[in-house]
């Protein structure tokens, strides 16, 4: 039985295609369409997940979206009922765009779907998944359990902001929900927002602010914006917020409340919006810590499946993990919209069809590494290149290695593509740039010169697993970069009194360990555990840097500049790599030397995408 998951019209539009339960291809349209956060009708996507499985449009059982847009207009309606007559030109806007492209998104749906294959019985092929269900099917059908509890968080769903439910077999069982306004994914946007981030983007950015800071303003959070009961469930004081009414997330209340005005974009970040950072980060992880423990004690489980934009904090999800609640972890790498496709996929799959799910083992899970994109054979690689005009040299896996390992050595950035593209917005050494950790510069030399991205966001550590416990606190698998831990005491730098009293971005450059590159200035890492058996390559290369420095950690960033999508094809990898200060590059078996390419080819990538 052939499924497609479809998600679309709202950001990271995304396919997904299962078979008789498998997962077999995945992918955001952004990485086609090179428009970051792409909400489109997911063409290119669906078309790739058809090749992949090797199937035309006419061979698939059922078509999923994974939200239902009747029950989102219901909210739409009802909120401006609530809050009339103010809010009149928000809604009138929404309204506006409801009635032309959302209202009857059944038959647009149909429409879009039709390109891809004339089918009389498109009408009863095609279902709707509610938003959380698709969410909480993401998180549990490829965990490694066969019962756990389901925690989802994010903006909204339909009604739906955070969903609590319980997966046993091929059931998932809906316990408890929050609904709109009150959101703890809309709390953090709000601070996004406020502090001069793109919403739906910059969230993560807000976080790796957050340990510049100090939580001085946690209180006054707790005390005016939130009212947080014993288990965990929240509501939210709307009188300082705007997103139900308006066009903004936050109102001139909140301003009064935190001394002052939304920072606009690019403006400079200051004391005040570091230690905002740290407060919402602060309150965010102490209403989720009270949630997980409450849903340990009121259900048993001892496994806990995340999912939802929320579950993409990966410090948060570090301190779940420390906190005890339950014995092990599962975050859906795409634990976003993107993977809602997946989740609607498998939803129709095992609730609507009512297919047993397989017994799993509690260790493996069922994403491949989130290894669900595209791949390019050899041939097609240098008939790609070359047709570019680029210069390069097909060496052997051997030879490969070695020249990556010394280029990392040597300080050289390496754009490393290698095999299917990952499925999630992080990159996991598929759609990589590569450097080495224990350089002091790195971290500013990739920010500024490579990504092109502000100097403070942190990079990650990609270790060999066998080696995790000797570099980090930390002694789980973490395949999905999404889990943060300390860096061991035994390989930290202590800080000189003086270093001490450093405050904000002037801590930026200190050496705090062995691998500066990859410790973030509270010590903590997003960390990448690297596995033979889901990545022989990646794991080969990371050993033979071992094998040469004693380390077995590499930098390891997305392959793309700020505002760009994640590198898809070997053009993409070639473009990005002759608009930065990338160095060398391997696609394949090729490589690449910047010094050896054509200066004509040089491109100025630093304002070819909108700043995200």
């Known amino acids: 039985m052939n499924i497609l998951g479809v998600s679309a019209y709202y950001h990271d539009s995304a396919c997904a295609l299962i078979r008789d339960g498998n997962i077999i291809a995945a992918a955001h349209e952004e990485r086609f369409t090179r428009k970051k956060h792409d909400p489109r009708f997911p063409h290119h996507a669906l078309e790739y997940c058809l090749g992949e499985a090797g199937i035309s449009f006419c061979d698939l059982d059922h078509i999923v979206f994974y939200d239902k847009p009747f029950l989102k207009f219901e909210r739409l309606l009802e909120t401006y009922i609530a809050f009339a007559p103010r809010g009149f030109r928000s809604f009138s806007t929404s309204m506006l765009l409801w009635l032309k492209e959302k ?80 959101s703890l994914g809309l709390l953090y946007s709000a601070f996004t927002y406020y502090t001069g981030f793109k919403v739906n983007s910059g969230e993560y950015k807000l976080m790796g602010l957050a340990p510049y800071g100090t939580p001085r303003y946690a209180g006054v959070i707790r005390d005016n914006l939130i009212d947080v ?26 301003d009064v409340l935190f001394g002052g005005s939304a920072r606009l974009s690019e403006e400079p970040l200051t004391a ?50 420390r906190d005890g609640a339950f014995e092990k972890l599962w975050i859906q790498p795409a634990s976003g919209d993107a993977g ?79 095999g299917r593209m990952e499925f999630g917005p992080r990159a996991l050494g598929a759609r990589s740039i590569l450097g080495d950790p224990r350089s002091a510069a790195m971290q500013t030399q990739l920010n500024l010169k490579v990504k092109f991205r502000e100097s403070f966001r942190p990079f990650a550590p990609a270790v060999l697993r066998e080696d995790l416990s000797q570099w980090f606190e930390l002694a789980v698998d973490s395949p999905y970069m999404l889990l943060v831990a300390d860096v061991v005491e035994e390989k930290r730098h202590p800080m000189s009194e003086e270093e001490q009293m450093l405050f904000g971005i002037d801590k930026l450059n200190l050496v705090r360990s062995e691998i500066p590159a990859v410790t973030h200035v509270d010590y903590s890492a997003r960390v990448q555990t690297v ?46 790599f002759m608009g930065t200060d990338i160095e060398s590059l391997v696609i394949g078996n090729c490589y690449l030397e910047k010094s050896a390419q054509d200066n004509k080819l040089l491109l100025d990538y630093k304002n070819s995408f909108e700043l995200d």
Not at 230 to 235: E, I, L, Q, T
Not at 279 to 302: F, H, N, P, Y
Request: hydrophobic letters at 40%.
């Open 531 to 576: 596995h033979k058996e889901t990545n022989p390559l990646y794991h080969a290369l990371i050993t033979l840097f071992k094998e040469k420095t004693g380390c077995p950690v590499v930098v390891n960033t997305s392959f793309n500049v700020r505002g760009e999508p994640i590198v898809c094809s070997p053009e993409d990898a070639f473009r990005c």
């Open 340 to 418: 809602g496709a997946l989740g609607a996929a498998l939803a129709v799959y095992h609730i609507h069809c009512g297919a047993e799910r397989k017994m799993a083992d509690g260790v493996t899970d069922s994403m491949m590494g989130a290894y669900l994109g595209p791949a390019f054979h050899q041939s097609e690689i240098e008939s790609k290149i070359r047709s570019m005009g680029a210069v390069f040299k097909v060496v052997t896996d051997e030879e490969l290695l070695n020249r990556c390992v010394d280029d990392l050595i040597a300080g050289k950035a390496v754009g490393w593509f290698q």
């Open 272 to 321: 005040r919006h570091m230690d905002l950072a740290a407060s919402i980060q602060t309150v965010t992880e102490e209403i989720i810590l009270s949630m997980t423990g409450s849903i340990a004690r009121d259900t048993g489980q001892k496994h806990l499946c995340l999912a939802g934009g929320v579950a993409l904090n990966c410090v948060a999800n570090g301190r779940i993990l």
């Open 103 to 182: 209202l009857f998104l059944k038959k647009t749906l149909l429409s879009e779907l039709s390109l891809h294959g004339k089918r009389e019985d498109l009408p009863n092929v095609l279902l709707f998944s509610e938003h959380h269900v698709s969410h909480a099917a993401s998180a549990y059908y490829p965990s490694p359990f066969n019962d756990a509890a389901i925690l989802t968080m994010d903006g909204v769903g339909e009604w739906a902001t955070t969903t609590v439910a319980v997966g046993k077999g091929k059931n998932i069982d809906i316990l408890q929900e929050i609904h709109f306004p009150h």
């Open 229 to 254: 009961k014993n288990d965990g469930s929240f509501r939210l004081n709307m009188d300082y917020f705007d997103y139900c009414t308006g066009f903004t997330m936050t109102n001139n209340k909140f």
